[in-house]
């Protein structure tokens, strides 16, 4: 029997796309081109391997299946190409996260990442903005809230911790007391899910007047605000990690209440798992979550 070489790239291009304009587009045929190659596919395996849904379609059983198995020699049959033309093959990824989390924590480390996978070339999208992924090309996105976003593959990137932080030369590690903080200034991330009237009330502490605030929409600007001594922020270790580390920042709270959070969470479509550089980033991004953790969050 012939093998459709053909036809099997044409399924993987739609399955991929989950759609079959999109891989018309992206084959530069037309819409029925691409689905009468799929047809003829079919009917040689006997069997079917993809359904329409809306503008866009869905594997059957036997089309998931078929899709991972393939997947992996597709992609090697497309470098294998790339190679005997003397190009080196490359494979574009593109990740959304919110600029606090990319330039704190993400772009520190994104280097052996892409160290250890120089075929994959990156664009990193550095925005507060959830992706809508059925009109943008984002492979994965790093988004910040409460991990409930249903229909998408949602999974949280560490635990973090939220501390009171400031400058040394503002106050002392550990020269105040949770008592005290009111009478300062505090510094509001309006967006934070640890916000200072949730932490004054598991400290214990009930202040008799309204603090003196300085509010910022984006962590960075708290965190950047707290180094320069304008106040105390309450931010997320995760976040602070290279001005901690450093000194530039301390808690200054004797015995601060524990209070932790999953508030930064790998987001994407469950069909964008089958693609390779997905799987390689989220890997990555696993292990660095995971090496964070252990470092810096003693068990409870």
Known sequence: MQIPIRAIWVFHTAARAGSISKAAEELSVTPSAVSQQI???????????????????????????????????????????????GYRSITALTVRATPTFSAKWLLPRLGSFLDNHPDLEMRLDGT??????????????????????PGLFVEGVAEEEFLPACAPHYAAAGSLDAADLPSHRLIHSVKSQAQWGRWFSLAGVDPKERWRRVLFDRSHMAIDAAVDGMGIALESTLMMESELASGRLVCPVKAPPQVRLITQWIVCPRDHLRQKKVRLFLDWLRSEGSAWQARNLPAA
Do not use: C, S
């Not at 507060?128 to 409930?148: A, C, K, S, Y």
């Open 39 to 85: 047809q003829a596919l079919e009917v040689q395996l006997g069997v079917t391997l993809m359904t329409k849904m809306g503008r866009g379609i869905v594997l059957t059983e036997a089309g998931e299946r078929y899709f991972a198995t393939i997947t992996d020699e597709i992609e090697g049959i497309a470098e294998a190409t790339n190679t005997i033309r």
């Open 128 to 149: 507060n903005e959830p992706t809508d992924f059925n009109r943008e090309l984002v492979d994965v996105e790093i988004r910040h809230g409460d991990g409930r976003w």
